[in-house]
């Protein structure tokens, strides 16, 4: 991809740093194609267990949030600045999904739906789960009764659609649930829950210390399960206009909440 024409796509994404929030970036859709199509490449290259190294900022769910995604690089720092590890649900809610994943999808419907399977065929070719420091396991939903080593992660086939159940179906949709021990059902009708007693067998097995996962709204941002064995992170505030923080997670710092959020800056007039 020609670096001049990757600068000013970044360039006018982060014009609207600082501006009233839900102001839209004009981007053409040959250039949100070729950004697909060269991600996709990349993401390919990369196993899909990513082993890295901390310092690193693991953030949770953004769903399209474009201001507070920008928010977030201005407290951490623009890449190359800072190293950042996002867990995955980018857009749809929120109403800038395509700023949000273009520079990391607003509507769909801006854009016809040839562009659409393109995201979707990018999308399949993300990786599924991360190691840092090789002690801190990152994936976006949860724990699967079918992970048994982290061979497997790395062993997954991709470009892949997300299949209804096994292993990837797992590690993107399950949830951790302190009703029960072992396994159960999910109530959003997908995948398992599992309780503290599969977190900790997972981590002493695996000689791990911490599961990170995103997945779930938390009211503080962050939430801790099976005795700070698990820790879920949610990087979206004021989600659905009901929560009033976010957090990025400092692997080395632990939890930190990234702002308060003020309410003039989502209510609409």
Not at 86 to 106: H, M, N, P, W
């Amino acid at each position: 991809m020609d670096p001049t024409v990757l600068d000013g796509i970044i360039s006018r994404l982060l014009e609207v740093k600082g501006g009233r929030p839900g102001k839209q970036v004009q981007l053409l859709e040959a250039e949100i194609r070729q950004l697909c199509v060269v991600s996709k490449e990349l993401f390919l290259q990369q196993p899909n267990l990513l082993e890295l190294e901390a310092p690193i900022k693991i953030c949770g769910d953004i769903h399209g949030q474009y201001s507070d995604l920008l928010r977030l690089f201005e407290y951490g720092g623009l890449p190359p600045q800072a190293n950042y590890l996002f867990l995955g649900d980018y857009v749809d809610r929120g109403k800038q999904s395509l700023e949000t994943i273009c520079l990391l999808l607003a509507y769909k419907i801006k854009f016809n739906v040839r562009l659409w399977k393109v995201f979707t065929d990018c999308f399949n070719c993300l990786p599924v789960a991360a190691l840092i420091d090789e002690k801190i396991l990152c994936m976006h939903g949860g724990l699967s009764p079918d992970l048994h080593n982290l061979g497997q992660i790395r062993n997954l086939a991709r470009p892949t659609d997300v299949p209804d159940s096994g292993l990837l179906c797992d590690l993107l949709w399950s949830d951790p649930s302190k009703e029960i021990q072992g396994w159960g059902m999910n109530d959003r009708g997908v995948s398992y829950t599992f309780g503290p007693d599969r977190v900790s067998d997972f981590l002493q097995k695996q000689d791990l210390d911490l599961i990170c996962r995103a997945h779930q709204v938390v009211e503080d941002g962050y939430e801790f399960f099976a005795d700070r064995q698990l820790v879920t992170i949610f990087s979206a505030p004021n989600y659905c206009g009901e929560f009033d923080n976010a957090v990025v997670l400092h692997p080395k710092l632990y939890v930190q909440s990234v702002f308060l959020v003020q309410e003039h800056d989502y209510k609409q007039s």
